[in-house]
């Protein structure tokens, strides 16, 4: 009662306690009216009580998807080019909405709306996801200038839709690397906030101490600034004491390899066996799978 006195003022409190008294002795329950937030509304059971899973009711919203959404961005979602690239055709003049030609960048569009590009219709497409064990030897890029093998070539029989690789592996690195068509989940997995958890298996070309380990799991400062391993260790022949288990958030360029060639080692070996909880189980160097719902759901979940 102590709190109720003090939002709600000595008077208010006394009325809300010979209310409650009432209550008793009538057998009735006494419930306070409740205020329902601005463009909410209120579930109620079959019973007529008040119940917690209240929805949104936003205009903007339906079935719990975007209902309007940024022409660029509706523009990438069929797959047809990048946001960035949406923006300079949209400048260009080169894209439609319902017959009118569209220069504003931050125009929004619906769901229904018709939207051409170059005199293209386009149309939302469907969502991929497909984990591959990548081989050493090929780059992760869409395209190389210099015609060298790229991760795209082992992904080229996974749909007809354009799929992007979600970060980075370099040439000589192997090991689990995800693609999607998904520009939401991408920026998701990538962005540092969301911390998402990446394992690697290092082979290197010397044993390295229990005091080098503790080392780099206290941080090391390296020429782009300070970097700590989540938790790192010996895995393999422990006797050898070349081969360890990191596991790490950063996303850094070659970060793995920075850190041990910061205190004299040379990486021989570098796999990343696991991606956002996503293992190599039952998939061979060089194959590729779908992920399955539940997979997909769990990593839309990483916020």
């Known amino acids: 009662?102590?709190?109720?006195?003090?939002?709600?003022?000595?008077?208010?409190?006394?009325?809300?306690?010979?209310?409650?008294?009432?209550?008793?002795?009538?057998g009735k329950k006494y419930e306070r009216k409740r205020k329902t937030a601005p463009g909410r509304s209120v579930q109620k059971n079959p019973e007529g009580k008040r119940v917690r899973n209240y929805v949104k009711t936003s205009p903007e919203r339906e079935g719990g998807l975007p209902k309007v959404i940024r022409l660029n961005r509706f523009i990438a979602n069929s797959g047809y080019c990048s946001r960035r690239q949406a923006d300079r055709y949209i400048e260009l003049g080169m894209v439609e909405v319902n017959g009118k030609i569209v220069t504003a960048l931050g125009t929004k569009v619906k769901s229904a709306d018709i939207v051409k590009v170059d005199g293209q219709r386009l149309?939302?497409?469907?969502?991929?996801?497909?984990?591959?064990?990548?081989?050493?030897?090929?780059?992760t890029t869409t395209d190389d200038p210099f015609d060298r093998r790229t991760v795209m070539e082992l992904v080229k029989n996974a749909c007809q839709e354009r799929?992007?690789?979600?970060?980075?592996?370099?040439?000589?690195?192997?090991?689990?690397?995800?693609?999607?068509?998904?520009?939401?989940?991408?920026?998701?997995?990538?962005?540092?906030?969301?911390?998402?958890?990446?394992?690697?298996?290092?082979?290197?070309?010397?044993?390295?101490?229990?005091?080098?380990?503790?080392?780099?799991?206290?941080?090391?400062?390296?020429?782009d600034g300070f970097i700590q391993v989540d938790a790192i260790e010996y895995v393999g022949d422990a006797k050898t004491k070349r081969e360890v288990g990191v596991e790490i958030h950063s996303g850094r360029n070659r970060i793995i390899r920075r850190i041990f060639e910061?205190?004299?080692?040379?990486?021989?070996?570098?796999?990343?066996t696991l991606f956002a909880n996503l293992s190599k189980k039952d998939l061979p160097r060089g194959k590729w799978r779908y992920l399955d719902d539940k997979e997909v759901k769990f990593l839309k979940m990483l916020r």
């Open 1 to 26: 009662m102590c709190a109720y006195r003090k939002k709600y003022g000595v008077e208010k409190a006394k009325d809300y306690t010979e209310k409650r008294a009432d209550s008793r002795s009538s």
């Open 123 to 139: 149309t939302p497409e469907k969502k991929y996801y497909v984990l591959l064990n990548k081989p050493r030897g090929f780059i």
């Open 163 to 223: 799929i992007y690789p979600v970060g980075r592996l370099d040439r000589n690195t192997s090991g689990l690397l995800l693609f999607t068509n998904d520009g939401d989940l991408a920026k998701l997995l990538t962005h540092p906030k969301h911390r998402v958890r990446k394992i690697y298996r290092v082979r290197l070309d010397k044993p390295i101490s229990k005091e080098q380990l503790q080392t780099i799991a206290g941080g090391i400062e390296l020429e």
């Open 262 to 272: 910061h205190l004299g080692f040379e990486v021989v070996k570098l796999d990343r």
